[in-house]
T-cell receptor, first 113, second 114 residues
Framework: GNSVTQMEGPVTLSEEAFLTINCTYT??????LFWYVQYPGEGLQLLLK?????DKGSNKGFEATYRKETTSFHLEKGSVQVSDSAVYFC????????????FGRGTSLIVHP | DGGITQSPKYLFRKEGQNVTLSCEQN?????MYWYRQDPGQGLRLIYY???????QKGDIAEGYSVSREKKESFPLTVTSAQKNPTAFYLC?????????????FGPGTRLTVL
């Protein structure tokens, strides 16, 4: 079946540090890949997405590249801010028109001033 | 503004009582979903619906029920048969007609059973 594996958190960084959150997946075909962000006490929001191999999704300084050869979609940001503190979820949507995504367990990011 | 609303944000109930969580969307989306989130865990799918008057069980449907009488509404009932109902519940929707189906989430309802 489909699965998404994220690095365990929490990830603790100082402001302006470089961020990487690893995400690898298992799926047949060519799934679409997503990163969602959840701020404390809120629902999830779409952060970025990529729909085919070598696509780069980007938003608010965050980037992730769809790597088919390594089945990965790692999230990066060059300089984090305290306001980036949240839980980040990697997810995939199988190809073929499926409505049901598979989510990773989430990675908590804590950014200190 | 288009979006998903869930009410209430916090809900307290006594053990043994059924409780219904509201979810409404004005995005004209066909598909709607209910997830449960527990501390330190990811999202677990309870039920989903692709069209009006049709819904399917997710991974943890036992002790829950839903209805989809209108396109914009997908209420979730947590019954007394649910053994551990205290959790954060998230409703989501998606267009449901294309292969790139990102989900839009509501703000969530935190249910506490006393």
């Amino acid at each position: 079946g489909n699965s998404v594996t994220q690095m365990e958190g929490p990830v603790t960084l100082s402001e302006e540090a470089f961020l990487t959150i690893n995400c690898t997946y298992t799926a047949t075909g060519y799934p679409s890949l997503f990163w969602y962000v959840q701020y404390p006490g809120e629902g999830l929001q779409l952060l970025l997405k990529a729909t085919k191999a070598d696509d780069k999704g980007s938003n608010k300084g965050f980037e992730a590249t769809y790597r088919k050869e390594t089945t990965s979609f790692h999230l990066e940001k060059g300089s984090v801010q305290v306001s980036d503190s949240a839980v980040y979820f990697c997810a995939l949507l199988p190809s073929g028109g499926s409505y049901i995504p598979t989510f990773g367990r989430g990675t908590s990011l804590i950014v200190h001033p | 503004d288009g979006g998903i609303t869930q009410s209430p944000k916090y809900l307290f109930r006594k053990e043994g009582q059924n409780v219904t969580l509201s979810c409404e969307q004005n995005l004209n989306h066909d598909a709607m979903y209910w997830y449960r989130q527990d501390p330190g865990q990811g999202l677990r799918l309870i039920y989903y619906s692709q069209i009006v008057n049709d819904f399917q069980k997710g991974d943890i449907a036992e002790g829950y029920s839903v209805s989809r009488e209108k396109k914009e509404s997908f209420p979730l009932t947590v019954t007394s048969a649910q053994k551990n109902p205290t959790a954060f519940y998230l409703c989501a929707s998606s267009i449901g007609t294309t292969s790139v189906n990102e989900q839009f989430f509501g703000p969530g309802t935190r249910l506490t059973v006393l």
